[in-house]
């Protein structure tokens, strides 16, 4: 008995915590998106304009301004960059 009642108050506080909002993956996505890219280009993040596109099978397109040159990231529910296209190039 005493085992299970770290494991029922761990389940109760688990159930406490609120998912993730699509909003804010989408804000995280953007931003490690812009990091990627800005790491890429040498230039402070500043100078990266990202925005988010759309998401399949759980991983989002992520669109990256750097200029006038064009990034396409992948990017996971994690919000972690899985690699980056340049489309148009």
């Not at 770290?6 to 804010?24: K, N």
Request: aromatic letters at 4%; hydrophobic letters at 45%; one cysteine or more.
């Amino acid at each position: 008995m005493r085992i299970l009642l770290p494991i029922l108050f761990l389940a109760q506080l688990s159930a406490c915590v609120e998912a993730e909002s699509p909003a804010i993956l989408r804000d995280r996505q953007e931003a490690a998106c812009t990091a990627v890219i800005a790491a890429h280009v040498r230039r402070p993040a500043s100078s990266v304009a990202s925005r988010w596109l759309s998401e399949t099978g759980g991983v989002a397109k992520v669109e990256a301004w750097d200029s006038d040159r064009r990034h396409i990231c992948d990017v996971d529910s994690s919000a972690e960059v899985l690699g980056y296209s340049h489309p148009n190039a």
